[in-house]
């Protein structure tokens, strides 16, 4: 598993945006991912995550209704379609997957990380 987060970049609060993340070696459809950011100074935080056929999905209540996780495994992409933005939500975005099909918000079930996309949002 080899993961690219793309898709960050500079918005206005109410904006929306797309980060997708993909598996270059093509090995995690069997995966659950999850996506993750850290704002400066804060530590990571859970954002969603989706099992490996997409029939699952979990959300941080912070971005709950806001935010939708989906994934094209033909495509080994996984999205994160973003919308409402605020202030808050400025942060690098990270996608990680996790050895097994279904997984949670706990980092520890996340094995493989990719590096980092930025969103900022202005106000």
């Known amino acids: 598993v080899q993961l690219q987060a793309s898709g960050g970049g500079l918005v206005q609060a109410g904006d929306s945006l797309r980060l997708s993340c993909t598996d270059s070696?093509?090995?995690?459809?069997?995966?659950?991912v999850g996506w993750f950011r850290q704002a400066p100074g804060k530590e990571r935080e859970f954002v969603a995550a989706i099992s490996w056929r997409g029939g699952n999905t979990v959300y941080a209540e912070s971005v709950k209704g806001r935010f939708t996780i989906s994934r094209d495994n033909a495509k080994n992409t996984v999205y994160l379609q973003m919308s409402s933005l605020t202030s808050e939500d400025t942060a690098a975005y990270y996608c990680?997957?996790?050895?097994?099909?279904?997984?949670?918000?706990?980092?520890?079930?996340?094995?493989?990380w990719g590096q980092g996309t930025l969103v900022t949002v202005s106000s």
């Open positions: 990680a997957a996790a050895l097994r099909p279904v997984a949670g918000a706990s980092l520890s079930d996340y094995r493989y």
């Open positions: 070696r093509r090995t995690s459809s069997n995966n659950a």
